[in-house]
């Protein structure tokens, strides 16, 4: 049974179509990801799922109940991590978690007895007595992870997880991710970094301007849209002239501001070809296709801009 299911899903807001009609499942113990950049509907669509804003067209099921109807017994169910965290900062650490227990009917005592390990998860029990302002940026989301695990859910939900993180705490964040996922929590999340979708997700849809646009694993997505690798050609100024010169070296050719991407199953082989015509970049990068090649492909526009 589909833990989420959505059949012409919409969010309008007064004239504005944030989410157009769209399907999608997600499955028991999958990491499933909603990819696009600000603005493609990804965070209106979660909060539909959420119960924290009600559909305005099709039909969804979360926990194969109706949000319309069933939405504090679906929520009961849910951990949720929002873009902003959104701690009590005038308590301590462990108190956050002991506080937040209460909202879904535990006892102190059994809150305690779960802030624990869920501290140790978070790796913060050397934190547990210390404000929350004395946190890192790194820190506070590992807290507002573990905190949104007090009631056990079934579903977590994270949207844009890792904004704002420098690289290192992200790649900590990621591996407490997929400790949740190999213990049976299905996880949902939105995100505008490719290579955090191609690490946290089994599944995904590729969003654009609230629609849709593609459905996949990132491996199948890749293989479907993009080619094996990518050759980046930068130059200080626009110039069609050098895309017509290299026009048959690639499968694809993507013409930026400031580079050229030809889309190639050998990029070194490809790099030679470009040299011997006498054509001499400033920068050259040979890279395997990612999905921001998908994206790209796909909308004809970058994902991040």
Excluded at 147 to 176: C, K, V
Aim: proline fraction near 4%; hydrophobic fraction near 40%.
């Amino acid at each position: 049974m589909s833990l989420i299911e959505a059949r012409g899903l919409v969010k309008t807001f007064d004239d504005f179509v944030a989410v157009d009609g769209i399907d999608f499942e997600v499955q028991p113990g999958e990491s499933f990801g909603f990819l696009g950049p600000n603005g493609a509907g990804k965070t209106s669509t979660m909060r539909m799922i959420g119960c924290t804003s009600p559909i305005s067209g099709g039909s969804l099921r979360v926990l194969d109940m109706d949000p319309r109807t069933q939405g504090p017994q679906i929520r009961a169910q849910l951990g949720v991590v929002p873009q902003q965290d959104w701690l009590d900062t005038e308590l301590k650490v462990d108190e956050n978690l002991l506080v937040y227990g209460r909202y879904f009917g535990l006892s102190r005592a059994e809150s305690a007895r779960r802030a624990g390990p869920l501290l140790e998860f978070a790796d913060l029990t050397h934190k547990a007595g210390a404000v929350v302002d004395s946190l890192s940026g790194g820190m506070k989301r590992r807290l507002t992870i573990a905190r949104s695990l007090i009631n056990n859910p079934r579903l977590l939900l994270l949207d844009e997880p890792t904004t704002g993180l420098d690289p290192q705490a992200r790649h900590n964040l990621w591996q407490r991710l997929f400790e949740l996922k190999r213990s049976g929590v299905t996880l949902v999340l939105t995100t505008h970094y490719m290579d955090e979708a191609e690490q946290l997700c089994d599944r995904l849809v590729v969003m654009d301007g609230g629609r849709i646009v593609a459905e996949g694993s990132p491996r199948a997505l890749i293989a479907q849209h993009a080619s094996k690798e990518v050759l980046e050609l930068r130059f200080t100024a626009h110039d069609d002239g050098v895309a017509v010169q290299v026009q048959d070296l690639a499968d694809r050719v993507e013409v930026l501001a400031d580079r050229l991407l030809l889309y190639v199953d050998d990029g070194e082989a490809a790099l030679e070809a470009v040299t011997a015509r006498g054509i001499h970049p400033l920068a050259t990068l040979v890279r395997r296709a990612s999905l921001e090649d998908v994206f790209l492909r796909l909308t004809g526009r970058s994902l991040i801009e």
